[in-house]
């Protein structure tokens, strides 16, 4: 390892002692409810499987998962906690140690010692050999993970935001895809509006229900040439895969590219304002459809997406949304052909069998643009996750190695006390 000055090089089991959890059943915890977290093996929730009216850690630890999937899996615990015997734990056995700092720290190397031969292990004698770098100063330790940690709140607030966006999302679909929207703009209601039973549900009384063969002008099939394995350049041709086409949108960057030699048909070019769905893959990829809303360049449609081109008058963004939602999707899933788990396929015939609710072109209009926006906000916080992510890896790989130094910051603060 490079040495960096007031860095120190030191093994795990010579700052920390090192124990294991323990048995921890579904039982005991459905048996002794209580307000203290049982962490276990899992990465979701931070690993909390439950709680218990008991704790067997208390203070700042850092835990890991020993077995399974998620061996490696390194997390920072503050305060009351139990962990099951899947989770090994750490407690500094010096002042001078920043359990945070420790647990981004190991967070970058435990991975590397997980052992896969079998079920992935990173067993505690392993661990306790694991060696690192860190800062003398506890201080800066401290300083270094206060910023990771400032990160890692902005990434979870945002994520929060995510999730919340798309339960308002789902309810928002569900109410305009089947009641719409009123002269006034208002979503309609069976106490103020009249309803109509149809062959995909209860529909206001002005709406139709009809097969996509009345209202697409054609469907395109793509082109299936040998590509290169790698994307293409932005200046280069690319043929879609079907992993282009996401319930979240279009994802221009998901091609192969499309060998030189071969000269692209331009027919195929895919469009701004182009519906693509997908016709052959795994069951869950079938069907799955969007609307293109960016300006794109060579980029060509597969033969695995259909190109749906709708009559002038309709809006085609409301169908994306009709055809995305619960009742069209429940019924195609009727029509595909194949093995679901391995390959299942939907023809021309089949797409154009499909029902959707057909509402006014205006209102049409005006339950897309309601969902854009949406749908918009959602991608919003979508990029600033994204960045998030990127900005706290770079972080983590100029601060955990020294490379960046924070005394700076330090400095700073001490000449303001």
């Known amino acids: 390892m490079m040495s960096i000055k007031d860095w120190t090089q030191i093994k795990v089991k010579e700052i920390c002692d090192i124990g294991r959890g323990r048995v921890i059943s579904s039982q005991e915890i459905e048996s002794r409810l209580g307000i203290y977290p049982v962490f276990s093996s899992q990465s979701q929730n931070r690993g909390e499987m ?164 009345s209202l697409l002008e054609n469907i395109y099939q793509g082109w299936s040439p040998d590509c290169e394995s790698h994307s293409a350049l932005e200046d280069e041709w690319g043929v879609l895969k079907t992993t282009s086409v996401t319930w979240d949108g279009y994802d221009s960057q998901e091609n192969k590219k499309l060998p030189s030699s071969l000269k692209p048909r331009l027919s195929l070019e895919i469009k701004k304002g182009d519906v693509l769905i997908t016709r052959a893959g795994p069951n869950s990829r079938v069907g799955v459809i969007c609307y293109v809303y960016e300006t794109l360049s060579k980029k060509i449609l597969s033969d695995k997406i259909y190109k749906l081109k709708f009559h002038e008058n309709l809006d085609p963004r409301f169908f994306v949304y009709s055809l995305s939602g619960s009742a069209s999707q429940q019924y195609l899933s009727t029509l595909k052909t194949g093995m679901a788990e391995s390959q299942t396929n939907i023809s021309q015939e089949i797409v154009k069998t499909i029902l959707t609710v057909v509402p006014s072109a205006h209102e049409q209009s005006a339950i897309a643009n309601l969902l854009d926006k949406n749908l918009q906000s959602c991608q919003e916080h979508l990029l600033i996750r994204n960045k998030l992510y990127l900005i706290k890896t770079g972080l983590m790989q100029d601060l955990l190695t020294g490379k960046v130094r924070v005394t700076n910051l330090l400095n700073q603060k001490a000449a303001t006390n």
């Not at 050999?129 to 100063?137: C, G, V």
Request: one cysteine or more; proline letters at 2%.
């Open 50 to 213: 439950g709680r218990i009216d008991t704790y067997d850690f208390d203070g700042e630890y850092v835990t890991w998962t020993t077995d399974g999937a998620y061996a490696g899996t390194v997390f920072y615990r503050e305060g009351k906690f139990n962990c099951t015997n899947v989770c090994g734990t750490l407690k500094a056995n010096s002042p001078q140690i920043s359990m945070e700092f420790l647990a981004y720290k190991l967070s970058t190397l435990a991975k590397n010692y997980v052992s896969y031969v079998g079920n992935p292990k990173l067993m505690n004698n392993v661990m306790a050999n694991i060696e690192l770098s860190l800062p003398d100063n506890k201080k800066e330790q401290e300083q270094i993970a206060d910023v990771l940690s400032t990160i890692d709140r902005a990434s979870a607030q945002t994520e929060a935001i995510i999730a919340k966006q798309q339960r308002i999302k789902t309810g928002l679909m569900q109410d305009l895809l089947t009641k719409g929207v009123d002269e006034h703009g208002n979503i309609r209601s069976e106490a103020t509006h009249e309803f109509k039973d149809s062959a995909i549900g209860r529909i206001p009384v002005e709406w139709k229900v009809q097969g996509l063969a």
